[in-house]
């Protein structure tokens, strides 16, 4: 893989001379290119913002809800139907497998929804859910497929969607890739009459800035500028991404001018920038890092020692050596920046409570697995070595294991791991991390990966999502927040802070809150 993105590298420098080409240096690769089949943020980075347009958009820079393939909407005075008006003569990509007969209209987004809607209905008769290896998780860890009761197109350029009850958080979800992605009709009914439903996600045709070329699985990823983009065409003519998994080296490229841009740059590599010309942009973010445990093991199962291993994790030294001090710890599975973050919730390093606990427990001593990411944003092997030394200390022995970020996905989406580490960052509505990642029916889905239930919980985010005041949903989320620290379902370990390394020939880039790369408006010098 090396060798193959260092090939791209070169391929792109000599491209540079005749096109604005933005080389970026990615942690890891995407899973696919239908954004509606995958969570993670480098699928949405490749994916999802570039190839893509959805229903609504993010401001860049912020987690303001903004116009996106609907440059108006509106809900009905009892909040239980949502309008949305189109824009008009918005293209879709024109690609050797797919030249499109017209322009985006509603009969796009009906199929778009339809086919989401249909997988949670009827999955037996779905071919885009028998295609789709990993399901549409986010959409029915959503709880979409039983709010949504319809969809109905008014005119060429409206859809009203039903909604069973009002929801607060539901015109947020409108601007998430992994929902209200828009793809086209026409190729969607040509792949289906051809028997070839799967290639949605290995030939995609979108209608967003920038068009896909090809993809050396693992390796590069290129994109081309849509010339007919709604919204003009991109200053970048060339969008290439290099898989480079290991952060030292996405540093050294970026710094060697080889990467305009590295994404997730670790602690230990900023250091490596000092006294150059490239930036380090970014911050706090709206992201939590945690530990995944898989409540149905042995030993995993009782609260008692979940707890202690939360007790028995050194987490001041952890932000210190693992995040270079760029972090906060954490204790709450809401963001520290999230409205409704209860900053009241703590439980402090404590080894000899802990060590009380495990005995408690029953543990015999049999290895406990933890699973950790190759590349991404930390090291993960450092991270496992410390908290293997502190559970140590409290009797509880470690096993850590380095898995390819896709096969960990996959592993904890069937519930095959002991303990793993992630990092959660839905949107900016507290109910985008714990609807799908921790209430009941989000089990069933695969988003809900601890395999541990609350009905309290479901209850108190059900009231939540029908009230509209957001201080009395604040309420609400903080006594949900309070049932997840009791019950230790996930060990919250920091608020990372989050920075991508640009060039000082990258013009226009914006960091976020919601921690993506977002190219639109980008230039070079």
């Known amino acids: 893989m090396r060798l193959a993105a260092a090939a791209a590298l070169a391929s792109a420098a000599a491209m540079q001379a005749g096109a604005a080409t933005l080389t970026v240096c990615s942690a890891a690769p995407p899973d696919g290119f239908d954004p509606t089949q995958f969570t993670s943020s480098t699928t949405r980075d490749m994916a999802g913002f570039p190839i893509y347009d959805q229903l609504l958009s993010v401001k860049r820079g912020t987690s303001e809800l903004a116009p996106g393939l609907a440059q108006r909407w509106e809900a009905s005075a009892d909040g239980r139907q949502i309008t949305l008006h189109l824009r008009r003569d918005v293209a879709f990509h024109t690609t050797p497998w797919f030249k499109p007969t017209r322009a985006m209209n509603a009969d796009d987004v009906l199929f778009s929804l339809q086919r989401l809607i249909d997988a949670t209905r009827t999955p037996k008769a779905s071919p885009w859910l028998a295609s789709a290896k990993a399901g549409f998780e986010a959409w029915a860890s959503n709880g979409l497929g039983e709010l949504v009761t319809g969809i109905e197109k008014l005119d060429a350029q409206t859809v009203r969607i039903a909604l069973a009850r009002p929801s607060a958080p539901f015109l947020a979800l409108l601007a998430d890739d992994k929902i209200a992605t828009v793809f086209s009709a026409e190729y969607g009914a040509a ?46 003519d060339q969008l290439v991404f290099a898989m480079t998994p290991d952060g030292k080296v996405r540093a050294q490229r970026v710094k060697a001018g080889e990467c305009l841009v590295g994404s997730y740059m670790r602690a230990e590599a900023i250091e490596a920038f000092k006294g150059t010309t490239v930036r380090l942009l970014g911050g706090p973010v709206l992201i939590t890092s945690y530990i995944l445990v898989n409540t149905r093991r042995r030993f995993l199962s009782d609260p008692r020692f979940r707890e202690a291993l939360w007790l028995g994790i050194d987490k001041k030294s952890y932000v210190a050596s693992v995040y270079g001090g760029r972090a906060e710890v954490a204790n709450s599975f809401l963001p520290s920046v999230m409205w409704g973050h209860d900053a009241s919730l703590e439980r402090a390093f404590d080894p000899e409570r802990a060590k009380a606990l495990v005995k408690a427990s029953g543990y015999d001593g049999a290895p406990i697995t933890l699973s950790m990411a190759v590349g991404g944003s930390i090291d993960g092997k450092r991270a496992g070595e410390l908290l293997q030394a502190d559970w140590a200390r409290i009797g509880v022995k470690l096993k850590v294991e380095m898995v390819e970020w896709g096969e960990l996905l996959r592993r904890t989406a069937r519930g095959d791991y002991d303990l793993s580490h992630l990092n959660q960052g839905n949107g900016a509505d507290p109910d985008s991390m714990l609807t799908p990642d921790l209430s009941c029916g989000a089990v069933a889905s695969g988003g809900n990966r601890s395999g541990w239930c609350d009905r309290r919980l479901d209850e108190l985010l059900d009231r939540a999502r029908v009230t509209a005041d957001r201080d009395e949903r604040a309420a609400l989320y903080r006594r949900a927040q309070r049932i997840v620290f009791d019950a230790v379902p996930v060990i919250p370990t920091v608020y990372p802070h989050y920075y991508t390394a640009v060039s000082a020939k990258v013009k226009g880039f914006v960091p976020g809150p919601l921690s993506d790369l977002d190219f639109r408006g980008v230039s070079l010098d």
Do not use: C, M
């Open 191 to 236: 792949l289906l009459k051809n028997g070839r439903v799967e290639e949605l996600n290995t030939q995609p045709v979108g209608t967003g800035p920038w068009l896909f070329k090809s993809y050396q699985k693992d390796a590069v990823l290129r994109l081309a500028a849509h010339p007919g983009h709604w919204a003009g065409k991109p200053a970048i």
